[in-house]
């Protein structure tokens, strides 16, 4: 359980938020390598094997976010290995994976990470054209992402094929957690129903709202403005919702041909319960205008 001494249990901090509004704002670029495990608490202080350890640095070094991942059910404690590198870019960016299996790890050494760091497929795997989904099964990171991560995982592997159990994601109190790629997008909170709808929707471009955390690499309130001019517009096409601004707590958003602007607010709802040291919030919108009304025509 987490060392704060909350003894939360899975859901207990979301309360079927407003918005989630929580994906790692940290860093756009994935790379994910097969380790069997066992894994410890923290990815960069795990004794891996030599060549896996110094791509993490380089990783880390190059802004690039590094994942371990294994099968749910076939765990391979010998090479080939399978590695994945992508890019979750937003507006006119590109997004981007490729995927390799390695017969040697030191064969690692040969991944540009400065490039992936900088939004720039290496050629290192070969474009994988399919969803990948990762289910965050960390117990050593925390027990409630092992105890409703890994049967999810499971139940996904079962139906949709290449989902990997990995290490943490980030946000272990709305486990179970779900990252769809190569776009990056969270969600949180899930049970198998809504698991499956979430990935089932991806599959088809579109977004499932409910337990939606937000995309990767964006900051909190630009996720919270997207996520309120979604749920006010109906517009759920992965790429079909862009933030074109947020200046101060203004944002201006455009969803197909309409564009909004709204006023983002954070509201903390505090801990929750004795011996939770947690610092939760969550946002509401405010004064959501629609600016060109002939777009709707």
Not at 72 to 96: C, D, I, K, M, Q
Not at 183 to 211: F, N, P
Request: aromatic content about 6%.
């Amino acid at each position: 359980m987490p060392e704060n001494g909350c003894t939360h249990c899975a859901a207990s901090h979301t309360g079927r938020l407003p918005c989630l509004a929580s994906a790692t704002v940290g860093s756009r670029a994935w790379l994910l390598i097969e380790h069997p495990g066992p894994w410890g608490p923290d990815i960069d202080e795990m004794a891996l094997p030599v060549p896996l350890a110094d791509a993490v640095r380089r990783a880390r070094r190059n802004g690039v976010r590094p994942q371990l991942i294994r099968s749910p059910r076939r765990r391979r404690t010998t090479p080939p290995l399978r590695v994945y590198a992508g890019f979750s870019g937003t507006g006119h960016e590109r997004v981007w994976l490729e995927g390799r299996e390695l017969e040697d790890p030191e064969e690692l050494a040969d991944l540009d990470l400065e490039a992936v760091g900088a939004g720039r497929a290496p050629g290192f795997g070969v474009p994988v054209t399919g969803p990948v989904l990762l289910v965050c099964t960390h117990g050593r990171h925390s027990a409630c992402c092992a105890r409703v991560g890994a049967p999810l995982a499971r139940f996904l592997h079962e139906r949709f094929g290449d989902v990997w159990e990995t290490t943490h994601v980030g946000g272990d109190r709305y486990a179970a957690n779900l990252v769809c790629l190569p776009h990056g997008l969270y969600y949180g909170d899930l049970d198998q129903s809504r698991a499956a709808a979430a990935a089932s929707e991806y599959r088809k471009g579109r977004i499932v709202l409910e337990g939606y955390r937000g995309r990767a690499g964006l900051p909190e309130p630009v996720q919270a403005a997207e996520h309120f001019v979604r749920a006010r517009s109906g517009v759920l096409g992965v790429e079909d919702v862009t933030v074109e601004s947020m200046v101060g707590d203004v944002a201006v958003v455009r969803a197909l041909r309409a564009r909004y602007r709204l006023r983002i607010e954070p509201t903390p709802l505090g801990a929750c319960g004795p011996g939770c040291s947690d610092d939760i919030r969550t946002y509401v919108e405010r004064d959501l205008t629609l600016l060109n009304e002939t777009a709707l025509v």
